[in-house]
Every structure is written in structure tokens, then in C-alpha cells.
């Protein structure tokens, strides 16, 4: 093994190490990690190789290196972006079509909508109330309609209780419409979505898990039909790793 391959192993070992200590320590975003000099004494590694395993974990979005005299590792709370890159690379590596995407988001999105009727907070209810409020006010603003419909799928993901359904949701929503690729929302169709979210709301107000399901089924199947019926040659098409948003 070459001596740059040997460091970059170790690199991944300290910052495993660092990842570790972190949920000992119970540290939250926002905190400092110890100074170099420290971690140099309690990892035993050269400088070189814990810069490596510290711009692992900036990569990967754990923390920030915030420069100065009173600077250092800062933790970060690591959102979907990284994970969404990596998962559209991989898609790509393999020809993945859209089609894969439309499939994962039919049979994972009713699921979930079925556990955040169960869990979901008034908070979030009141939050999913503000983004079709957003997109009645905008329903002329693609851009802006399209932003609070995220933010109506990622709130019900992230209310399901389910760490993992949330980062998995949250990893694909800036892909999941369609436009990085082509696809377009006429007025009618955004209106249809606005009233296909306002069910979906009432559903989750009343904690019903089967309504829930049913209306976020019903949502995401018309949204496939449009997709296959409008642009289909758009299902078809291998989303590039460089079009995905960061």
C-alpha cells in the first residue's frame, strides 16, 4: 500500500474516531470541536492526516472549518445534500432512469404520510398550512410554487419519526418534480396540486393514517400519470450527477 493510500485509510479511521467522540460528548451543532493540538495528542496521527479526516467530514457535511484565532472545527447539522449527490452518481454510474425516481417516491411517500398522521406535531401542521398558503400567493411563480412544495414533502417527511424516511425524502426532493430535467407545471396543473395538498393536510389534521395514505397516494399517482402522459420521454432520460442541486 502506498504511503498516500496508507494516510488516507487512517484519515477515515480518525474521523470515525472524531464522529464517535462527538456523540460522547454529547456535542450539538454549533459547538467547537477540541483544537488541533488536542486532537493531534488524543487520535496519536501526523497534521496531515487529521486535516484529511477533517475535510472528510466537512465534505460530508458534519462540520465547518471556521477560520480566525477562535476558530476550528465547527459541528454543523448535516442536511440531504451530500447524500443526494451521491445517490444521483451512483444512478448515473448505473443509467438509472427517472423512471427509478417516480417509482421510489410512489411507494415511499404514501408510507409516510401514513406515520406523520400518527406523530406529526401541531408546529408542523401549522407549517404544512403556511407552504399551500405560499403557493395559492404564487401559484404564477413556478420557482417559488415549487420551493413551498418541497417544503410541504420534506415537513411531512421529517414528521413521520423516521430519521432515515426523512434524509431519504429529503435527498430526492430536489429531483423528484422533474424540472432539472424538463418537466414544466402549467397553472391548471399547480392548482391541482395546491388541492391535492389541502386534502392531504386535512387527513393529517384528523391523525388518520389510512386517509393520509390514501391522499398522498392519489397525489403522487397523478403526478406520475402527468409525467408519463405530458413527458415521456423525460422518464426515460439518466439524470446527470452535475444537475443535481447543491
Given at each position: 500500500m502506498s504511503t498516500s493510500n496508507k494516510r488516507t485509510k487512517t484519515a477515515v479511521f480518525v474521523a470515525q474516531r472524531i464522529v464517535r467522540d462527538i456523540g460522547r460528548d454529547l456535542l450539538?451543532?454549533?459547538?467547537?470541536?477540541p483544537p488541533e493540538r488536542t486532537m493531534l495528542e488524543n487520535y496519536d496521527v501526523g497534521r496531515g492526516t487529521l486535516?484529511?479526516?477533517?475535510?472528510?467530514?466537512?465534505?460530508?457535511?458534519?462540520?465547518?472549518?471556521?477560520?480566525?484565532?477562535?476558530?476550528?472545527?465547527?459541528?454543523?447539522?448535516?442536511d440531504a445534500t451530500h447524500l443526494a449527490s451521491t445517490v444521483v452518481l451512483l444512478m448515473q454510474m448505473k443509467k438509472?432512469?427517472?423512471?427509478?425516481?417516480?417509482?421510489?417516491?410512489s411507494a415511499l411517500e404514501p408510507m409516510i404520510s401514513c406515520l406523520a398522521a400518527e406523530r406529526i406535531t401541531d408546529e408542523s401542521l401549522r407549517e404544512l398550512g403556511s407552504t399551500i398558503d405560499q403557493m395559492r400567493d404564487n401559484l404564477d411563480d413556478q420557482s417559488v410554487f415549487l420551493e413551498a412544495n418541497k417544503r410541504f414533502?420534506?415537513?411531512?417527511?421529517?414528521?413521520?419519526g423516521n430519521t432515515l424516511f426523512g434524509y431519504m425524502l429529503d435527498s430526492l426532493l430536489g429531483i423528484m418534480d422533474g424540472t432539472v430535467i424538463g418537466i414544466d407545471y402549467p397553472t391548471h396543473r399547480r392548482s391541482a396540486i395546491i388541492t391535492a395538498h389541502q386534502e392531504i393536510l386535512e387527513a393529517l389534521s384528523k391523525r388518520d393514517p389510512?386517509?393520509?395514505?390514501?391522499?398522498?397516494?392519489?397525489?403522487?399517482?397523478?403526478y406520475t400519470r402527468y409525467a408519463q402522459r405530458k413527458y415521456p420521454e423525460v422518464l426515460t432520460q439518466v439524470i446527470d450527477w452535475d444537475s443535481t442541486p447543491r
Open positions: 450539538a451543532p454549533g459547538d467547537l470541536l486535516r484529511e479526516a477533517l475535510r472528510l467530514l466537512e465534505f460530508q457535511g458534519v462540520i465547518a472549518l471556521k477560520p480566525g484565532p477562535r476558530g476550528g472545527p465547527v459541528l454543523l447539522d448535516p438509472a432512469p427517472f423512471q427509478t425516481i417516480v417509482e421510489v417516491r414533502h420534506d415537513t411531512i417527511a421529517w414528521s413521520s389510512q386517509e393520509s395514505e390514501r391522499h398522498m397516494r392519489e397525489h403522487i399517482d397523478a
